[in-house]
């Protein structure tokens, strides 16, 4: 009996810590986005801190202090929403985990930042609109801490719907929108909004198209043919060569302005000599790797796993060197202000203001970034290591023509296109191999219409979702930078 009761006790016990069990497992999964908010919290808490120990001599500290707390928000905002778009193929076609692709991430991003980040920004965002049309300093200031604010809550809102979004477009809106509340509809340079307003247009159908002409060729050259490996040594290191050219003149452009002023002609010869090199280190070394490959596609995708990889570094580390600048370019405007009274549509941006930018977009990727990666990387359509590569290759080729062509263009944008074209080929291809077998064999049995839409390849809802957010940023953002700019100030007046 006394045997029976322990037996009892012990199935109690199992059954009470089993729920103990179960109870931790649920602390543990509030907890996680609670830890997150908390280090952000933190981090911004510190930026802030940072301001005022470099910035306390003054008496108008404090609105640096809290442009610095902003600017920090905005940059984590920039790491969880932009970075997406450099990792989310290489993580989509399982070329890199989540936890490398962190990593790689935040060493390139902030090595962009640090290292090349542009030593002098426009501020006021390509010429949005024209310092000169503020009456006082203090209301240009107003207008840059309107722009910080409204732009990252934007970033922040698209991040939280799972929408990657242009955080260029977003800080080209609050600036657009604070401008006109402080200065009036003629502050604004409506030439260069409507460039930016058909970027919208020609960057994802220019980085769709070429994403998808080289997936494509790949299919064509490498994937159809008889001999498939033999096809992969040859084609693969022309492949490996574009890419190097692409990201040699890409980064030279983008990357080294810091260092020296390079024009595109210059740039494009550097790309052409560093793929010509990128061809002839890569060519007996994919040759080695294709040996004893078994003829069938699923072999091909491991000779691109590791130039992914390299070129997902690549973009990362342009994406520091170019978009560093939208997280602390308005605090840049407003740390010059508040140092020499006046205000300059380009200013120098301080050493510890592109720390917070550089930092802050790491730790944005880290805490908050793996939401939108899964999002680009496969849950728009499904990606193996050729689609990706082609992502990635179009991202870069796409930024040199436009700036070939003078096209102001976002990188989100590109890359999202890339992806959406890569699906939308494969889309196309599918129908029209399956109208052949149709006409080879009439008859097999077609499938229905409802059928054939629950197939595509390409998901519906997060297109129109992308595209729709993509489309209402700058208004959206130029309206709560408006709102803002009002409210600040009613506070200081």
């Known amino acids: 009996m006394s045997g029976e009761n322990s037996g009892n006790q012990w199935k109690t016990l199992d059954k009470d810590l089993n729920k103990i069990t179960q109870v931790e497992y649920a602390t543990q999964l509030v907890s996680r986005p609670l830890v997150g908010l908390g280090v952000a919290l933190a981090f911004i808490v510190v930026a802030a801190l940072g301001a005022a120990v470099f910035f306390g001599q003054t008496p108008t500290s404090l609105v640096v202090v809290i442009a610095a707390a902003f600017g920090a928000y905005m940059a984590l905002n920039i790491g969880a929403n932009d970075v997406a778009n450099n990792m989310g193929p290489a993580v989509g076609a399982n ?28 501020t006021i965002s390509k010429g949005i609109i024209d310092p000169s049309g503020f009456e006082h300093s203090r209301t240009f200031v107003w207008a840059m801490m309107a722009a910080l604010i409204s732009s990252a809550l934007w970033v922040n809102l698209a991040t939280w719907v799972g929408a990657p979004v242009s955080t260029t477009h977003s800080v080209v809106g609050g600036v657009m929108g604070a401008g ?132 997902a570094a690549l973009l990362s580390f342009a994406h520091g060197a170019n978009d560093v600048a939208n997280a602390v370019g308005p605090l840049a405007a407003i740390v010059h202000v508040e140092s020499f009274g006046d205000f300059a549509a380009k200013v120098s941006i301080p050493t510890w203001v592109m720390v917070i930018g550089a930092f802050g977009i790491s730790f944005g990727l880290m805490l908050f970034g793996p939401k939108l990666i899964r999002m680009v990387g496969s849950q728009i359509t499904k990606l193996n290591p050729m689609r990706a590569y082609c ?17 102001p263009v976002s990188s989100t944008h590109i890359a999202v296109g890339g992806v959406f074209g890569v699906g939308f080929y494969r889309e196309y291809h599918m129908e029209r191999r399956l109208r052949k077998s149709m006409a080879a064999r009439p008859e097999v049995k077609r499938l229905p219409p409802e059928e054939r839409r629950r197939r595509k390849l390409v998901r519906r809802s997060h297109f129109m979702t992308i595209v729709a957010a993509w489309v209402i940023t700058v208004p959206a953002a130029a309206l709560m930078s408006s709102v803002i700019f009002y409210i600040l100030n009613a506070l200081v007046a």
């Open 180 to 311: 006109i509340a402080a200065a009036g509809f003629a502050a604004v340079s409506w030439p260069t909004m409507g460039k930016i307003a058909a970027s919208w247009v020609i960057s994802p159908v220019l980085g769709g198209v070429v994403a998808a002409a080289f997936l494509a060729l790949i299919k064509h050259k490498i994937v159809y043919q008889e001999d498939k490996i033999a096809a992969a040594k040859r084609w693969v290191p022309i492949l490996i060569g574009i890419m190097a050219a692409a990201f040699g003149a890409y980064l030279s452009i983008k990357g080294l302005k810091r260092v020296v002023k390079i024009d595109l002609g210059t740039a494009l010869l550097i790309g052409a000599a560093v793929g010509g090199a990128a061809y002839v280190i890569t060519a007996p070394l994919i040759a080695r790797q294709a040996d004893g490959l078994e003829n069938r596609t699923k072999s091909l995708k491991t000779l691109f796993g590791l130039p992914l990889i390299f070129s």
């Open 95 to 122: 070329a890199l985990t989540m936890g490398g692709a962190i990593v790689i991430a935040v060493l390139f991003e902030s090595a962009g930042a640090l290292l090349a980040g542009g030593d002098v920004v426009s």
């Open 391 to 407: 992502v990635a290759l179009s991202a870069a080729i796409t930024v040199i023509v436009a700036s070939w062509l003078g096209l």
